[in-house]
């Protein structure tokens, strides 16, 4: 194997199966956000006292990570429908 086959192999494109890396991170992320909302909601309904700025902090964090990678998985399809 030459050393340009060998570097093709290495940093070439993926094919389009690796879009779905995307697509099941932003799935685990979003149950993620779900469960923290729930526990969340549940912890103020039971009259805990509860920290504005934490919850943000605490919502923001699995959202972000869900949108990130929804964001990625819609990149990487929409540049293989060329």
């Given at each position: 194997m030459n050393s340009v086959?060998?570097?093709?192999s290495l940093f070439g494109p993926l094919d389009?199966?690796?879009?779905?890396y995307f697509y099941y991170?932003?799935?685990f992320f979003f149950a993620i956000l779900?469960?923290?909302?729930?526990?969340?909601?549940?912890?103020?309904l039971s009259g805990k006292k509860v920290a504005v700025q934490e919850?943000?902090?605490?919502?923001?964090?699995?959202f972000?990570?869900?949108f990130i990678n929804r964001l990625y998985f819609s990149m990487c399809v929409g540049s293989l429908r060329n």
């Open positions: 086959n060998m570097l093709h389009a199966s690796y879009c779905n991170m932003s799935v779900c469960f923290t909302a729930f526990n969340l909601a549940r912890k103020i919850t943000v902090i605490v919502l923001l964090q699995p972000l990570l869900y």
